[in-house]
T-cell receptor, first 111, second 113 residues
Framework: KNEVEQSPQNLTAQEGEFITINCSYS?????LHWLQQHPGGGIVSLFM???GKKKHGRLIATINIQEKHSSLHITASHPRDSAVYIC?????????????FGKGTHLIIQP | NAGVMQNPRHLVRRRGQEARLRCSPM?????VYWYRQLPEEGLKFMVY????????ESGMPKERFSAEFPKEGPSILRIQQVVRGDSAAYFC???????????FGSGTQLSVL
């Protein structure tokens, strides 16, 4: 079964700072997911990536398959980015099963 | 083009009652996943279904919990004889295909008194 570790667990930063959240997993995977959970509880899928890098607005996700490691970056952070960021990987590495989730990174961006 | 719809948004049950949680996936999505988030804990996978089939139920408790995704209608997560420890947020997600991007519903907050 895949083990998913995230760091840091909590992160407080000032508006405008560059943010990095890290995720490592134990079993080779078909794709890794990055999710955002808002203070109200809603969950949004940010990225699903299997190699290289993806960018959406101020968010960038990278993955290194050989090292079993992924990072989520936020450029020019803003208070509205405050949320819990969660990475998730398939249980056994394949895609046709459920996900194992990291414990999440609680991000607070102060004005 | 509605997103994933979950209802009810909040559900209160007394110990021993049954809870039924519904999830209507996005149009065209035939893959449904249920997750549970206990207070102060992370998300945990429960079950993965395709139309009329349970693909992976490795995260479901062996007793009292069941799930279905019929040919017509929403997916249902059913919890019989609820206990206080079942109090949690239950999220449903759907996907158009295996290994596809997930789209989450707003969740059902179950409170057991």
């Amino acid at each position: 079964k895949n083990e998913v570790e995230q760091s840091p667990q909590n992160l407080t930063a000032q508006e405008g700072e560059f943010i990095t959240i890290n995720c490592s997993y134990s079993v080779g995977i078909s794709a890794l997911h990055w999710l955002q959970q808002h203070p109200g509880g809603g969950i949004v899928s940010l990225f699903m990536l299997s190699s290289g890098k993806k960018k959406h607005g101020r968010l960038i996700a990278t993955i290194n398959i050989q090292e079993k490691h992924s990072s989520l970056h936020i450029t020019a952070s803003h208070p509205r980015d405050s949320a819990v960021y969660i990475c998730a990987a398939p249980h056994s590495g394949g895609g046709a099963d459920g996900l194992t989730f990291g414990k999440g990174t609680h991000l607070i961006i102060q004005p | 083009n509605a997103g994933v719809m979950q209802n009810p948004r909040h559900l209160v049950r007394r110990r021993g009652q049954e809870a039924r949680l519904r999830c209507s996936p996005m149009k065209g999505h035939s893959h449904v996943y249920w997750y549970r988030q206990l207070p102060e804990e992370g998300l945990k996978f429960m079950v993965y279904l395709q139309k009329e089939n349970i693909i992976d139920e490795s995260g479901m408790p062996k007793e009292r919990f069941s799930a279905e995704f019929p040919k017509e209608g929403p997916s249902i997560l059913r919890i019989q004889q609820v206990v206080r420890g079942d109090s949690a947020a239950y999220f449903c997600a759907s996907s158009p295909r295996t290994s596809g991007k997930l789209f989450f519903g707003s969740g059902t907050q179950l409170s057991v008194l």
